[in-house]
């Protein structure tokens, strides 16, 4: 397997020639994706190679405005393109919820074709909504290396102060100026470097999940995260410094990570258990009326909790699993259901278990992925053990001055405890963490993690 990687004279980031002969089905990305210095000032031109209209909604916040907005809207104007801006002013941050989706809505002019996105996630993110359900082209304009959402198909958003996700789409042009990335505040660089260690996570759960039951791996998708990830541990202090050397790293990795979505059509590559942790926690927060951590702060902090877990495995003797003694140990229907009532309350835990209905178990299948594990036990040490030392993150992070434990992102001692439980719930995507409760071994494992809860 292969790829390659390389920029045209544009400075469009392109992956071609991908050769796998996995059972995925690889499509070529179909992004413009331009990362450089001062290529903000091509944005009109890129506009038009796109053909993506001559009549936009430039929507920014107060914030990135002033960063990149208002220049965004001249340079479009005077490359010949009508521009309407929908600003929206906040005194803090910007939630991506009903209010804001409803000003760009309400911005909309009968002749708009396309709309232009100037931020990171939150404006980003409200801005695909509405390009989703209009259907129109959107171009974004990256202004934090924060989060890998840029090339992605999701909408992270707040209703009524709950956080949902729906399904959207790729911008079809996206824009990332180290010039103007460069200029955000550490934090986001911070967070936008959480989010990338998290894959290393994301990649063993993958092919744990390949192993125990035959989930299609695609291998290049794996290699083209694995080498981003490679670089921006190789580089934290540029990073951290915030070169252009070390922004360009960065922001490669995020949006590389995101092209795996598009080429591989889902976000196997990019998202696990430690995702899991971090969406529960911003969900928590969100409807306990706390402020919810940022996004790839929650996933570092989250990837150094699980990467002990991981390690631990290889030293575990699945020979000496007592199956009738798990076989009897077993939750049932009834207590499952409490379990995720009480882990995730009522709104959020019903969809989920609507949305994986086949995450309760038969006995049949929870055998069979034992005897399946305990067959190639082997394969997945070799997967464990691939991955770098805990201290290589742990230190990588440190040299960032990165948030380390749950209380850095707000997070208590009790809703970490849960979250570590109930993080193999929120979706039918295997995980470790999906294993060792099939083996009968969480509690074990999580002994450190105390639950007050009982069926
Ligand atoms: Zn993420
Ligand atoms: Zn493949």
Redesign the pocket.
Known sequence: MSYKMHYDENSKLIISDIECDCPCEHNKPEQDIYVGNGILDNIAEYVKLRGVGTHCVLVADNITWDLAGSRAAELLKAGGITVYPCVIRRDGPMDPDETAIGEVMLSLQPDTEFLVSVGSGSITDTTRMVATRLGIPQVCVGTAPS???YTSAICPLTFRGVKIHRAGKCPEVIICDIDILKTAPIEMVRSGVG?VL?KYIAKADWIIGNIINDEPYCPTCGEIVMDAVGKLIDNIDEIAARTDKGIRILIEALLLSGMTIMIVGHTRA??SVE?NI?HYWEMMQMLHGKKAPM??AS?GVSTLMVWPIFTRFMSEDLSKLDLEQIKANRISREDRVKWMLYAYEPEAANAIMSENEGDFLTWEEQERRIRRAQERFDDIKAVIADMPSYETIYNAMKRLGAQMVPADCGVDEALTNLSMHCAKDYRTRYTLFKLIDECGLLDKYLADYPLDWKA
């Open positions: 989060m890998d959402g989010d998290g990019v998202a995702h971090a996004h790839g996933v």
